[in-house]
């Protein structure tokens, strides 16, 4: 895929969402690192129904300390992988009071010495929290990046990478958030809904979906 098609991509995206951001709901760094965490394997919607229930009086890391392993895991047991996460979500805030005064770190190197805290996860907390162009590569931005072939790569860090160098700098910092919206609701796994597409005249899929005759 050339450069002009792929800013005529990211032209098309900013048209049609100018400002846009995560589905998880957090009212702070802490808040949405703590959502982020909770969100591997799960749906954003799984997450924000739980985390509606104890971010209101537990959502600090002096709270969540407080509410302790077992009290935050009967909050979330409802989400895959509660108990693992419901164990590093505790141990995060602890390190968070005893290593950075109890804010969240802006550094890649910090925040991934938490635990439970991947690249990708520190990659949404860095850009989406604090404004750092980075890309944060789950598995509907490495289907797009690959099915498009905007940034094709065999593993999410050689996507991200490419991403990062090809995307135009002026598109940077809210491309990841466009990338996983298409991928969610326009190029699905299974069945991309090809002919609802605003780039599909741009992408270099293959076998789009035909549309249905009416």
Known sequence: MNAAKR????????AANPTPTTELEYATPFQLLIAVLL????????????????????????????????????????????????KNAVETARLILERHGGEVPQSREALEALPGVG????????????????????????RVSNRT?????????????????????????????WLILHGRYICVARTPKCPQCGIADLCEYGRKTPAVPK
């Open 149 to 177: 072939r905007l940034a094709p790569g065999k593993n999410v860090l050689e996507v991200e990478q490419k991403l990062t160098r090809l995307v135009p700098p002026e598109y940077l910092q809210d491309a990841h958030h």
């Open 39 to 86: 969100s591997a394997q799960a749906t954003d919607k799984s997450v924000n129904i739980a985390t509606r229930k104890f971010f209101p009086h537990y959502g600090t890391p002096q709270g969540l300390l407080e509410l302790g392993e077992a009290g935050l895991a009967d909050y979330i047991k409802t989400i895959g992988l509660y108990r693992t996460k419901a």
């Open 119 to 142: 690249r990708k996860t520190a990659n949404v907390v860095l850009n989406t929290a604090f404004g750092q162009p980075t890309m944060a590569v789950d598995t509907h931005i490495f």
């Open 7 to 14: 800013r005529e991509i990211f032209a098309r995206l900013q």
